[in-house]
């Protein structure tokens, strides 16, 4: 099995090199390289073509939801988890509108960060804890602040129904068992509704899903 390219992004040398450390240890990923800003990040990206990205939010020079764009737009395929130390909620949204695959905090325990790159470069998507129960009050709040459902062209009806699933948190796993239907068949399904809706990750039809008020009361 062919280890997972990671480039790291984070203005700080020794976080940078405690990162670092910690995952050439495992035998599934591959350091191959380092950036201290958006800006060198992106230029590395583009030369190194890694498979996924450890970007922190807040840099010196081009930060990282100035650099995000720009990696999704150089490499569509490649997956961004921000690793940050922000627990704001717009910055978790917006980062997550543009394409991240997830975002950590920097104050996650070393198993939760090793899994969580594993499930994001499966496609998966993932964030810390307390990020989820802040995007969760934001899916709350949207719903109370927008009464009525706006209609979402293209989806058919069970693709409807996955999104909402996907937007409250449910896994594949969760979504086949609740849906009766195969795991196989919710990822298919999974790969139409991003497909029609021109997204990237399954946190981009959440976040649509909570744009367009789509969830059910």
């Known amino acids: 099995m062919e280890k997972i390219k990671i480039l790291l992004a984070d203005d700080h040398p020794l976080f940078r090199s405690g990162i670092k450390l910690l995952l050439q240890r495992q035998k599934d990923f591959d350091v191959i390289g380092e950036a201290s800003d958006g800006a060198e990040c992106v230029k590395l990206a583009q030369k190194l073509k890694p498979d996924l990205v450890l970007l922190d939010l807040h840099m010196e020079g081009v930060g990282g939801l100035e650099a995000l ?87 058919s009806p069970r693709e409807a129904q996955i999104i909402q699933l996907i937007a409250k948190g449910a896994s594949n796993k969760e979504i086949a068992r609740g849906l009766d239907i195969a795991e196989s068949t ?32």
């Open 69 to 155: 764009p720009l990696l999704k737009k150089e490499i569509p395929d490649v997956y961004v988890l921000m690793l940050t130390v922000s627990e704001d909620t717009e910055d978790l949204i917006e980062a997550l509108k543009l394409g991240a695959s997830g975002y950590l905090l920097k104050n996650i325990d070393t198993d939760f960060l090793l899994d969580s790159i594993k499930r994001a470069a499966n496609g998966e998507s993932v964030m810390s804890p307390q990020m989820a129960v802040n995007l969760a009050n934001a899916i709350r709040l949207e719903k109370k602040v927008t009464p009525e459902k706006e209609e979402v062209p293209h989806l």
């Open 186 to 217: 919710v990822k298919i399904h999974v790969q139409g509704i991003l497909r029609k809706l021109n997204l990237t990750s399954r946190v981009q039809a959440a976040i649509y899903a909570i744009d367009h008020n789509l969830l059910e009361n």
